[in-house]
């Protein structure tokens, strides 16, 4: 089974501070984890994926997320946060486990808000 | 640019009455998906198409159906749309079954039941 847990409905931050999306996942096989952000009336744009290899994944707009095994995490990160950033954030996760689908399930989002 | 195209982007229906989404996808992708999403929650998987296998999950309901009628086009009927089916609609595709795979989603249809 696969689950995902954003613990945070929403996140403030002023503009120029670094900012943390929350992502915590289950899983019983390998994860393969991704970041999709959602505009107001848009659909998901894909951000960034960490699938193997190096655990530090950087993605679009300057986005980038740690890998993080021992503590079942995937947060997303950036060094200095605009105002244009503030939008809907999802993190999904696929279980890569003989038989399992390929189907992922997605976080309930979080909210960033970043202040001028 | 290869891309997923919904149509309408906006969409009032009355109380019962019929309505069709369409969902276009220009990337060549097997796989085609549609989602429901309310109020900023995360998208709800309805069904997807694996090429012309349809799967559907066992929570939808049976009001919704879907057609896929080649590679490029996905459908998404609402036979009797209640007041509970106001949502935005998302259609997404993938290349293949593969577990590395991105999905690609278009904007979206939001849709008014009144």
């Known amino acids: 089974a696969q689950s995902v847990a954003q613990p945070e409905d929403q996140v403030n931050v002023a503009e120029g501070n670094p900012l943390t999306v929350k992502c915590t996942y289950s899983?019983?096989?390998?994860?393969?984890l991704f970041w999709y952000v959602q505009y107001p009336n848009r659909g998901l744009q894909f951000l960034l994926k960490?699938?193997?290899?190096?655990?530090l994944v950087k993605g679009s707009y300057g986005f980038e997320a740690e890998f993080n095994k021992s503590q079942t995490s995937f947060h997303l990160k950036k060094p200095s946060a605009l105002v244009s950033d503030s939008a809907l954030y999802f993190c999904a996760v696929r279980d890569v486990l003989s038989g399992g689908s390929y189907i992922p399930t997605f976080g309930r989002g979080t909210s960033l808000i970043v202040h001028p | 640019d290869a891309m997923v195209i919904q149509n309408p982007r906006y969409q009032v229906t009355q109380f019962g009455k019929p309505v069709t989404l369409s969902c276009s996808q220009t990337?060549?992708?097997?796989?085609m998906y549609w989602y429901q999403q309310k109020s900023s929650q995360a998208p709800k998987l309805l069904f997807h198409?694996?090429?012309?296998?349809?799967?559907n999950e066992a929570d939808t309901p049976d009001n919704f159906q879907s057609r896929r009628p080649n590679t490029s086009f996905c459908f998404l009927d609402i036979r009797s749309p209640g007041l509970g089916d106001a949502a935005m609609y998302l259609c997404?595709?993938?290349?293949?079954?593969?577990?590395?795979?991105?999905?690609?989603f278009g904007p979206g249809t939001r849709l008014t039941v009144l």
């Open positions: 990337l060549n992708h097997n796989v």
């Open positions: 899983v019983s096989g390998n994860p393969y």
């Open positions: 198409y694996y090429d012309k296998d349809f799967n």
């Open positions: 960490y699938i193997t290899g190096d655990n």
């Open positions: 997404a595709t993938s290349l293949s079954g593969q577990f590395t795979d991105t999905q690609y």
